[in-house]
Each structure stands twice: as C-alpha cells, then as structure tokens.
C-alpha cells in the first residue's frame, strides 16, 4: 500500500461509532434487549415502505433512491418481540436506563446534556426499520477525548434504536429479524480533527474503552460498529459504514485517500480528453445471438441489454482505484443497486463470454471511437433502464472528481458504494414521543478501565496482565459485584479470566451460564459452603443442566456437607495408612499426603482447611 | 424572531445554529440543527441572534406548492369519487401542537398516493376535515347528501377516507341511508400517513379497487392481516374496530369478512352474495333522530345512570351475556318504555345473538317492553335506531329485522 503525506493532501478524517447498550428494556417497548436465531420465530410478516417528504417538504435523496426499487421486507418476530418492533403500536417512552448511561458516557466525554432532547424520525426506507424511520434524538454536545497525536473534539452524542438485522437478500426484497430492532444505541460523532489513520484508530480505540466503562454496553461481534468519514482537498467527504473490527480503521482511512487520489487523477485525465457520456441506448440487437452466460440468461427470460458510450474513457474504467477496485467496479456498484448483476465495460472484453466480434459490433452500435469505453447492462427490461441510468450518472459524476457518498466497508479494508450521503431532510420530529428533559446532575460518572487496571492492582493484588483482562473482560461487572459481595478477588478473577475459558476448552457449554449461576457458586464459595477445589464441578453441571440451582449443582456432585470433623477424620485415615512414613520423614511427608487427603475428600474440601488439618496431624505423630 | 428563522443560540458554553420551529414553547426555543436533529434549548440565559429570516416555511405543506394537480381524464377508466372527512390517511404533522392532524383535501391524496395514478378517473370532494372521534350525526347526513350527488353526477364508484375511530358509524349510517346502485368503500389508516411504512398506500389503492367491483354496498377496506398483502372488505354494518393500533384492527364480526382484495394481484374477490352493481335506483333517506343513546350495564352500575335517558327517543343497551341487566334496572327500564322510549337490547360479548327467553332476568326485559336486536353490533343498533326512528313506521319492529345486511338470521360465524 502506498503511503501518502496525508498532511499535504490535507486528510480530514472523523468518526462516528455506534454501540449497543446493554438495558434490560429496549428503547421504546418493554421487550428484553436479547438476540435470537432466526429460527427461533414464531411469527412473519411482509411490508412495503414508501418515502414521504419531511417537515421541511424536501424528499431526501437517499430515501428516493431507495424508493425506485419496489421492494418487499419480510419480517421475523418472536416470543421476545411486540407490536412495537412491529410498527403496529405506538412506541413507549424513551426508555430511562439508557438515557442514563448515555450522560454517564457524556460525562466521560465532557460533553454538554442538552437542554430539552427531542427524539426525531431518522428516514430510513430500506426496510431495517419497520416504521421507515430511525428514532433517534441528540442528547449531548461538544466533548473531547485524548490521543496522542492530539485532543479529538466530540461533535454529539446521540440516543437511538438499532436496526433490525438483515438475514437475507432476495430478488425481490430482504429478510429481517426484529430481535435487534429498537435495542439502544448510543452515536458518538467526533469532529474532523482526525488528520492520520493511526489516530482515526487511536479514537476509537479510546472511544470504545469509555464506553465499556460504562459496564452497560453490549459486547460480541456486530455489537459495535464505527462509520468513517474521510475527506482530503480537493476530494469529497465519503462516509465509510459499517466497519466492524478496530483493527481495519487505519487500511480504512488509507484505502480511501488512495481511491480519491485515484479519482483525482483520473478526473485530470478525463478533463484534459474532453470526455462525456452518451444517451444510454438499447443494444440488444448486437448480442441476439451472445454465447455470454449472463447476457444469454437476460436475453432468454425476456431481458434486454442497454448501453452507453463513455466517450474518452478508454483504459480509464479498468483503473485500480483500491486494491482489485477499478473504476468500473464503481459503475457496478450503481448498477447492483437498481437490481443488476453488475456491469460489462469495454476496458475488460472480449471476457465472460463476449466474443471480439460482438465488442466492435458494439462500439459501432454506440458509436464508439477508439479512445471511449463503452458500459453495458444486460437484465430485465425495467432493471436494465435503471442500472444503466445509474451506471452513467456515476460516469459523469468521474468527470468532476470525487462524488460525496455512503460507502460500506468490505472486509478486504476497502469500501463499496452504498447510497447518497443523506442530508439533513431525512429528519422531522418523532410526534409520539414527547421531549424529555435529561438531568445530568444525578449521574454517577463511571470508573475509566484505564482506573480499573490500575485500582485491581493496588486495592486486590491482581497482577497487571489479570488486572486488564478483568477489567476490558466481558464479566467486568460480575467480577466487581463478586467482589462487593465480599469474594476473594483473586480466587473470581481466576474464575472469570480462566476457569470458564477452561471449562469452554473442555467443550462445557458456558455459554448457558449466566451471571447470577455464577455470582452464587462465588457465594458458596465465600460462605465455604463449597470448596474452591469442587467450582469447576459444579459449574461444568450447571452448564449442562442450567436448570439447575447453584446449591443444587454442589448437591448433585455430592460436594456439599463436608465439615471441619469429616475433614479430620479424612485425614487422620489418611495419616494412619501412612503411620510408618510420617514417623520416618515428619513434614517432609506432606506434600504427598496432602494429595492423597485431597483424592479422599474428592474436592469437596477447601484445601487450605485440609492442609492445616494435616499439619496438625503429623505434628501430632512426628 | 419566528419560526423559520435562522438563529445562532449561545447558552452554557454551547453554540448551536439552526432553523427555529414552531414547537418552540415559552420555556424552550426547539432549533432544527443543520444535522436535521431539532434540539430544545432553555430560553433562560440564551444569547439569540437571528442570522437569516424566513428561510424556510415550516407552517406550509407541499399542498400550497405549485404542482400542478390537474388530472388527465381516460374514457376507459371508470370514475371514482374520492370522498375526505379527515383522519389519518389523509393527514400530516402539524408543527406548531406536534400532533397529527388532517391537512389534506381529496386531490392532495391523490398526490400524496401516487400510487392511485392509472386506475381510475378521480373526482375529488371534501365534506368535512375533522378527527373521526369529532365526527356527528349531521356529518353522516352531509356525507350521505355528497356520496348521494356523486353517483348522481355519474361517479362508478365511491372512496371516503375516514378516520377509524368512528368509521364503523358512519359507514353504517350510510348503509341504512343510501340505495346505492355502486360500491361506497370506507377506508383510512391505522399508522399516520407521514410514516414511509403507513397503510394508507395499500388501503387507498385495494379501496378503489373495491370501488371498481360489482358489489354494490357499503364496505370498510383496511388491512385484512398485519402484512402488506391482503385488504378485507367488511360489510359497514358488520365491522368493527378490535385494535387500537394494529394494522388489522378492524374485524367483521360474527363471519368472515365479505371479500379481500389482493394487493399485489390487484384482484377482488368476494366470499359471499352481495348487492350487484346497478340492481338498485339511488335512493337518498338521510333524516336521522339525534336523540338516542346507547348504554352499556356494568355490575354497580349506578341507577341514576338511567334517569338521563328521560324523554329520549331511543335506548340501546349493551347488555351482558345473552343481553341482560340487572333485575333491580328493570323497572327503570319499564318506564322508559311506557314513556314511549323505544328500548333495544344488544351485547357486549360482541359476538353472538342476543336471547332472552333462556332466563328469567331476560325474559322479564321482554315483558319491560324491550326489543331484541339479534345479533346486531351494539354501535351499529344504535345508528339503526336512529335513522329507523325518523324513516320506519315502525322502528321497534324493524330493529328485530334485517334490513341492510347488519343482522344475520342464521349464525354462522365460519361463513
């Protein structure tokens, strides 16, 4: 990858990160915030969605766009949804949890709560949005984090319901899942002081630890989600969604100031050959007898293929933009969105089965000259008018520069084309649910992980390396309710960190373990109702039968009830087999004792209860 | 400083620019952000500085814009009248109270559901722009008196767009009203039409649909399931609404609906015999006796409740179970009768015919004087007593008789 002195091709670069919170309720309904599978629906429906124009009496081209395609969204509710998530009920209020973790993250951010928040109808009319709308509403402002290329300002702050998940994408419309839509998340966009891609990584690396701060934000994979919006002179402002890994953020920032670079270039060389875009034609008739799989398959279920003449385009559509990334993939790109397969272009055949022949025929059809290109679409009727539009449009649009945009991020760390960049009149008031006024005065400003690390260190012992794997672990604030129960902070970092990793390595299902399993077997344990020797038993039982009880599991693996008494009557058997040895060696025979005390007790004794027994029992004898 | 404005508002260290609403309340300014989020700010201690005046015009709505609304006219389309009352279909945010309220007339439907567009010639009419929980009974005679001039002029068909609150009233006022020789199709919208998911585009479209057809009768088109695919056609006097927010709230009771219309299919289908295109003349009876009242007993129901019903022309009880009050009410409602009240007994299980030969209570209600209404919906007996008042000689014998489709002799639910 090529690196660029971003500083003189003036990179602006900000961030917006979107995080689940971890509430009990959703944002506007009662339903639990628990994902599920797909299969787990006890219900669907279908929807069409159809754009309306906002207050302001402006239809938001992104939402237009979206509309062109008739589009049927099929929806899977389950026994942890309701009407709400179905738009089939007005939405509750604003749920008070969330707003409460949110101005503790303001507070982290030092920013300022708004006066009055109003919660506003985001126009979203690609189905993830039963509604058509993202509720969504601005609850902090003007804050700041630290990095070390600099303070980062943060512009807002806002409070908003997630999306549904999107299953699957069919001919004719997506599949979505509501178990996702409405659970919280909080929007945090930084302002464009963001000039390298390691600091754009270094935010949000920052951004993401004030937020686990918190101990209320979902964790897993999907759970965060960080947009990127880079710009550089004379280029325009891209916004990146959808970038799932922190790791990708930098190749992000760098992979999109090279495809503006490239743009740019390509724009100077389009300028200098004068080029233009024809009329967009039907060019059926060249490829009536095509042995090209793809036009072959439009052409025999009615379709036809439609053309335009990219006039002085000649090489320029086959240029690499991102790694494997052309300029026509671009066209593609638009084309795909009005429900083609994608493109063909000239600077690519004879391929895919268009013959040498066919391409001159069509060259000739458009009245090609050497030095243009010439973009094909081959698909239904309609959809072959509408890709080759859009196809063309953004071949104009490589005659200006850079479009501003929507892109999503594709693993490789190089984007696609999603949609225009919304404006601001995709946004009116959301009239169901009144204004709240925060207050943030009563919020409790959480602990950083940073302070944490350093607090389980001095306060519990912890080493450095256990004391940040429990604090950015996910069972943080079990670990601290343990220990404010009175644990043995040693003894539930252990648990925490290790022994369920073990137990996952031995193929336990963990994952049926939830907190309170676990805060109760730590009680035991405190208590000494069960000894640290018998926790992993139990808990690989009670992943097994979740139905269980804590005390249940200690019952059923027989480890419960073990007395100071039974103890020394354990031992003194054990030091009595061995009469001879103790006699001979004393307290050298310990060690080996020790076991053997332990292999009797089978783990229902603590073993430092045992250890002191055996000692006073060969002190007895020695 | 006005609404539309630009302002820049400093307050508490925080500078923010925007277009000032009309949701702007004495306590806090609400500014629409460049962002597109509006944000409310306290007036106290906010430095304001109007920037710009008059940037946009929030108060208006597309309908004052320029489009032109002109409709071509197609001699192979048969002509709908597109009838508004108001409601949700038919409505938009209102900025100023943040409610929302009907803004529309017939046309800016039309522009508002280009969907509509190719399927028929239109003709656009507003009676009324009301909330339907404001609706009354001179609204249903004025709507009658439209609907009457529409098939008049030659109108094939009549949509009326109506909020659902009350849509079974009225559309049950019209079905003992008018003779009609076309379809009168009722239709609105449970979700606001300023949300892209809105019903109103389905059900607006399956109404003139509906309104093509060969049924000639009163209908309700809404949503027949929570999905955008099938519309029910409900006769008038047989639907009610069972939801309050659901798509498919309303529900014919005591059958299945009288036919669908299929979204995608474009296709209307009927599950029963119904009144044919052209086999009745027009016919208008839209007198109507606004003092009747329609109570419904609950145990403890207080007796004075009754001593307002003194000199009203007619009673409709909802009655418990098989159409029962209390036996110490009965006396109360004796006098009612003998005043010359005509008293009817309806149901408040909803579904069932009412009988009251099977237990004492009942059969001293008949013996009172009152009237059976079979299994007439409570709130449709009520409208049928009132036009039967002021038509029929005699209103208390009609009541046990069908006259419109709104009692079924036979109960048979899975029909």
């Not at chain 1, 084309?335 to 040498?356: M, N, Q």
């Not at chain 2, 009412?354 to 209570?361: E, F, G, I, L, S």
Request: aromatic share 4%.
């Amino acid at each position: 990858m090529t690196e660029y002195d971003y500083e003189e091709l003036g990179l602006v670069a900000g961030l917006e990160i979107h995080q689940q919170l971890d509430t009990a309720t959703k944002l506007f309904c009662d339903s639990p915030t628990v994902r599920r599978e797909p299969e787990e629906a006890t219900r669907t429906f279908t929807r069409y969605l159809h754009p309306t124009r906002s207050e302001l009496g402006e239809i938001d081209d992104a939402a237009l766009e979206e509309s062109r395609v008739d589009r049927e969204f099929e929806y899977l509710a389950y026994d942890t949804t309701c009407l709400v998530e179905e738009d089939d009920e007005p939405p509750a209020k604003l749920d008070a949890e969330a707003l409460d973790v949110v101005m503790q993250i303001s507070e982290l951010m030092e920013m300022s709560v708004v006066d009055q928040a109003h919660v506003m109808r985001k126009i979203v009319v690609d189905g993830s949005n039963t509604s058509g709308f993202q509720r969504s509403s601005l609850i902090a402002q003007d804050g700041e984090i630290q990095t070390s290329e600099g303070a980062v300002g943060i512009e807002d702050l806002m409070l908003e319901e997630e999306s549904a998940q999107r299953i699957e994408e069919r001919d004719d419309g997506v599949l979505y899942s509501l178990d996702r839509l409405g659970i919280p998340l909080v929007e945090i966009g930084t302002k464009p002081d963001i000039s390298s891609p390691e600091q754009a990584r270094e935010a949000a690396e920052t951004i993401g630890m004030l937020l686990r701060s918190t101990g209320k934000v979902k964790r897993g994979l999907g759970t965060i989600r960080q947009d990127v919006n880079v710009s550089i002179a004379d280029g325009a402002r891209v916004e990146m969604k959808g970038v799932q890994s922190l790791d990708d953020i930098d190749d992000i920032v760098r992979n999109e100031v090279g495809r503006q670079v490239e743009l740019l270039a390509i724009r100077d060389e389009l300028q200098q050959r004068d080029a233009h875009v024809g009329e967009p034609q039907d060019v059926t008739d060249v490829f009536a007898d095509s042995d090209s799989g793809v036009i072959r398959g439009a052409l025999d279920s009615g379709g036809k293929v439609t053309g335009v003449r990219l006039a002085g385009f000649d090489g320029l559509v086959g240029r690499e933009l991102q790694p494997d990334r052309r300029l026509g993939t671009e066209l593609s790109d638009h084309a795909k969105r009005h429900g083609a397969g994608g493109i063909f272009h000239t600077d690519e055949l004879p391929a895919y089965g268009v013959t040498e022949e066919e391409v001159d025929a069509l060259r000739e059809a458009v009245g090609a000259e050497p030095e243009d290109a010439v973009a094909i679409v081959a698909a239904d009727s309609q959809t072959a008018d509408l890709a080759i539009d859009a196809a063309a449009v953004r071949a104009e649009a490589a005659i200006e520069g850079v479009p501003e945009e929507t892109r999503g991020a594709n693993d490789d760390g190089t984007t696609r084309y999603l949609r225009p960049l919304p404006g601001a009149a995709r946004m009116y008031p959301e009239t169901d649910v009144p204004p709240v006024e925060p207050d943030p005065s009563e919020v409790e400003v959480p602990e950083l992980l940073t302070e944490k690390v350093e607090r389980y260190q001095s306060e519990f012992g912890l080493d450095a390396g256990l004391a940040e794997q429990v604090a950015y672990g996910r069972r943080m604030p079990l670990f601290e309710r343990a220990v404010d129960d009175g644990a043995d902070p040693t003894f539930v970092a252990g648990l925490v960190e290790s022994t369920v990793t073990e137990l996952r390595r031995d193929d336990v299902p963990v994952e049926n373990l939830d907190d309170e399993q676990l805060l109760a077997v730590v009680a035991l344990v405190t208590d000494g109702d069960l000894a640290k020797e018998g926790v992993n038993e139990v808990l690989a039982l009670l992943a097994e039968n979740p139905q269980l009880s804590a005390e249940e599991a200690v019952e059923e693996a027989g480890l419960s009830g073990v007395s100071e008494d039974e103890v020394r009557d354990a031992v003194v058997e054990v030091v009595e087999r061995n009469e001879s040895q103790v006699e001979n060696e004393g307290m050298a025979a310990f060690s080996g004792l020790m076991g053997e005390a332990m292999g009797a007790l089978r783990g229902r004794a603590d073993g430092e209860i045992v250890s002191s027994v055996l000692r006073e029992e060969i002190q007895k004898r020695a | 400083m006005n609404a539309g404005d630009r302002i820049r508002v400093e307050r508490g260290g925080v500078t923010n620019e925007g277009v000032l609403m009309p949701s702007t309340t004495a306590d806090h300014l609400v500014v629409k952000l460049d962002g597109g989020y509006n944000v409310g700010i306290e007036r106290e201690d906010a430095e304001i500085d109007v920037l710009e005046t008059d940037v946009y015009d929030v108060g208006e709505t597309q309908s004052d814009e320029g489009e032109s609304s002109e409709i071509e006219f197609d001699d192979d389309l048969p002509t709908i009248s597109l009838i508004s009352t108001g409601g949700t279909i038919a409505s938009t945010v209102d900025y100023r109270t943040g409610a929302v309220t009907a803004q529309f007339d017939a046309e800016d439907v039309l522009r508002a559901v280009p969907d509509l567009a190719g399927r028929a010639n239109y003709r656009g009419r507003v009676v009324a722009n009301i909330l339907s929980e404001n609706m009354t009974p001179d609204v249903w005679r004025d709507l009658a008196q439209a609907v009457y001039e529409e098939i008049d002029a030659g109108a094939d068909g009549v949509v009326v767009m109506h909020g659902t609150d009350t849509m079974q009233f009225s559309a049950s006022a019209l079905s003992f009203m008018l003779d009609t020789p076309v379809p009168i199709v009722f239709t609105g919208s449970q979700r606001s039409a300023d949300r892209p998911s809105s019903d109103n585009v389905m059900n607006a479209v399956c109404a003139v649909e509906a309104a093509k057809s060969d049924a000639a009768e009163v209908m309700v088109c809404m949503h027949g399931t929570e999905s955008d695919d099938v519309c029910a056609l409900h006769r008038g006097t047989r639907v009610r609404k069972n939801h309050t927010s659901r798509r498919d709230a309303f529900e014919t009771v005591g059958a299945k609906p009288l036919g669908e219309v299929d979204y995608d299919a474009e296709e209307v289908t009927f599950r029963r015999d119904h009144a044919e295109r052209g086999a009745v003349e027009l016919d208008l009876a839209a007198d109507i006796d606004g003092e009747v009242e329609l109570v419904k007993f609950t145990p403890g129901m207080d007796p004075a409740a009754l001593d307002y019903l003194d000199g009203k022309s007619g009673v409709v009880i909802e009655g418990t179970g098989l159409g029962h009050v209390h036996t110490d009410l009965i006396p109360r409602v004796e006098e009612l009768v003998d005043d010359g009240t005509t008293v009817v007994m309806t149901s408040q299980c909803i579904s069932g015919r009412v009988c009251d030969r099977v237990y004492d209570t009942g059969r001293d209600l008949l013996d009172a004087g009152v009237v059976e209404a079979g299994d007439t919906l409570p709130g449709t007996a009520k409208v049928k007593l009132m036009w039967a008042l002021s038509n029929l000689g005699d209103p208390a014998d009609a009541m046990g008789r069908n006259l419109v489709g709104e009692l079924q002799e036979e109960s048979k639910p899975w029909t």
